[in-house]
């Protein structure tokens, strides 16, 4: 089945810096590529998605990058906020979602 | 507010009970799916189903059982309750590729 590996676990920034959180994948089938926002007590919420054909996807201030050669892809955001701190979680996907461990990300003021 | 709606948001019971999770999916989405969330094992996938059918199965243990109704909500029963099975219990549900997360029903078993 699809393993989901996603650095790094914890991620301190300094608001308006940028953060990244990269991950790779095993099934080389997987062909969508979710990225999902859980602020403290509240549900996954999907904030960006890229799918095996594209390379690259921007909206606002957050990025998605694909390498299926590599099976990597990363999450950009850039100007952070602290509205922006809350755990990212990547996920692969054939036909079922596998979820990263997560990326507890913190902007401070 | 993704639109997927379950009950309760919190439940405490004790070990050895039996519980059931509901779930009403998005408007018009036909597939569900449950996953379990624990500081130690992240989000796990347990189960999905597609009107009304099981699509497919994750770690889900033979303690726990779903199934979804032609009204396309879904009930996800635990039974045998042990403390380890205190977790957040996620539903969420999708038309197509995406995939829209509840807000979850916190389960405590002491």
């Known amino acids: 089945g699809e393993n989901v590996e996603q650095h790094p676990s914890t991620l301190s920034v300094q608001e308006g810096d940028s953060a990244v959180i990269k991950c790779t994948y095993s099934d080389s089938a997987s062909n969508y590529f979710p990225w999902y926002k859980q602020e403290l007590g509240k549900g996954p919420q999907l904030i960006i998605d890229?799918?095996?054909?594209?390379g690259e996807k921007k909206d606002q201030r957050i990025a998605v990058t694909l390498n299926k050669t590599a099976k990597h892809f990363s999450l950009h955001i850039t100007e952070t906020q602290p509205e922006d701190s809350a755990v990212y979680f990547c996920v692969g996907s054939n036909y079922k979602l596998t979820f990263g461990k997560g990326t507890l990300l913190t902007v401070n003021p | 507010d993704s639109g997927v709606t379950q009950t309760p948001k919190h439940l405490i019971t004790a070990t050895g009970q039996r519980v059931t999770l509901r779930c009403s999916p998005r408007s018009g989405d036909l597939s569900v799916y449950w996953y379990q969330q624990s500081l130690d094992q992240g989000l796990q996938f347990l189960i999905q189903?597609?009107?009304?059918?099981?699509?497919a199965k994750g770690n889900i243990l033979e303690r726990f059982s779903a199934q979804q109704f032609p009204d396309l909500h879904s009930e996800l029963n635990l039974s045998s309750l042990e403390l380890g099975d205190s977790a957040l219990y996620f539903c969420?549900?999708?038309?197509?590729?995406?995939?829209?997360f509840g807000e979850g029903s916190w389960l405590t078993v002491v």
């Open positions: 969420a549900s999708s038309e197509g590729y995406t995939i829209y």
């Open positions: 189903y597609y009107n009304g059918e099981e699509r």
């Open positions: 890229i799918r095996s054909n594209v």
